[in-house]
């Protein structure tokens, strides 16, 4: 068994930047927020205060111990921030993420395997933000994959061997549905993100001929992608064809899905699994108002153990709850609604969801 941990957006920008030891300059170019420490306030004002200055570990909380204790062999994030003190912001979007080279030391805190790049946030501050995240993930040894300053390198897999000689090799995509602004798509020697106006067959031809060398046996292949809203149940009909032409043609094991702020619903198809929506783990959106109703403020933490062959053998799920820029266990009434909302949007998928204390397991 090789054990997976998947989850959804890690956002160190903004307000998480601002209170850990080296920020970047705070000011935004928003419709409504000038000054990254605004979002630190708006927390407090729900949370109360929140320290300043603080270490690396200081965002991920409980998170360090759980990941401790689950042991996984290899841990993959979206990484939805550029790494950057530089660069011009993007004046066609309206959100900018970006943390600090010295305080994206976060990463290594969590000892963070694999960032996927392949979203709607890594080119927020421009081709040169864009080479300054690169080089730092290089620097902390995070093996990244999804971006690039070239098609080439967008496109590449990020790898990690395991001691039994087997692999883990990951691909990261991003999805124009999913945000990800077209003039964003790498292409030849320019640099951006691996990613598709549509997925469709030009997307399934593409990532078949890419995917395909790596396969062989004591190989495990991870999709990431960046699709859909920001908020929605629903699954489109289309991502899940997608999904499913991934894993009986492409010869995908995970398909690891995400750009919701919120968990949605998971499938197994053909013994593998299926994330259409990870939800945030980790961001800022702490006393922001508007979508209660999709609980953004819960998150997942996903572990996968995957036989062999690369089929699922057990999904276990840790429900977290960001409070005061820390992810911290989610209570008992949270993880009851984690549950509850899981089953429901499984109904239509085959899939539903059992608890053992504060865990919630996946039932197929």
């Not at 927390?43 to 965002?59: F, K, L, V």
């Not at 953004?296 to 057990?314: I, P, S, V």
């Not at 429900?319 to 005061?324: F, G, N, S, V």
Request: glycine share 12%.
């Amino acid at each position: 068994m090789v054990t997976l941990f998947l989850c959804g957006d890690v956002m160190l920008g903004r307000g998480i930047d601002q209170i850990l030891a080296e920020p970047c300059d705070p000011k935004l170019h928003e419709p409504h927020m000038t000054d990254a420490r605004d979002y630190v306030s708006i927390a407090e004002d729900t949370s109360g205060e929140i320290p300043r200055g603080m270490g690396p570990g200081y965002p991920w909380g409980d998170a360090l111990a759980i990941l401790d204790a689950a042991r996984p062999d290899v841990r993959i994030i979206n990484l939805e921030t550029a790494i950057t003190r530089r660069g011009e912001h993007d004046p066609e979007k309206v959100v900018h993420y970006r943390v600090s080279p010295e305080n994206a030391a976060a990463l290594t805190a969590a000892r963070i395997d694999i960032a996927a790049l392949g979203n709607n946030h890594v080119l927020d501050w421009g081709p040169d933000g864009l080479v300054d995240t690169l080089d730092t993930l290089d620097r902390l040894g995070v093996k990244r994959c999804g971006a690039g300053r070239n098609a080439a390198e967008a496109a590449a897999p990020a790898v990690v061997g395991l001691a039994d000689g087997s692999r883990v090799v990951v691909f990261s995509i991003g999805s124009i549905d999913g945000g990800v602004p077209p003039h964003w798509l790498a292409d030849g020697s320019q640099p951006g993100v691996h990613g598709f106006a549509a997925l469709g067959d030009e997307a399934a031809r593409r990532l078949r001929d890419a995917i395909e060398p790596w396969r062989r046996p004591g190989t495990l292949v991870v999709l990431s992608i960046h699709w859909g809203p920001n908020w929605a149940f629903n699954i489109e009909a289309t991502h899940r064809r997608f999904a499913h032409r991934m894993i009986d043609q492409v010869g995908v094991d995970v398909v690891h899905g995400h750009s919701s702020h919120h968990v949605k619903g998971i499938e197994v198809h053909h013994g593998r699994l299926i994330l259409y929506g990870c939800g945030d783990l980790l961001t800022d959106y702490e006393g922001i108002t508007g979508n209660e109703v999709y609980r953004g403020d819960l998150g997942l933490m996903y572990f996968a153990q995957l036989r062999d062959d690369g089929a699922l053998g057990k999904l276990d799920m840790v429900p977290t709850r960001m409070h005061k820029f820390r992810i911290t266990e989610a209570g008992p009434a949270d993880t009851r609604w984690l549950a509850t909302t899981l089953a429901r949007c499984g109904d239509a998928l085959g899939t539903s969801v059992g608890l053992a204390g504060q865990r919630l397991f996946l039932k197929w």
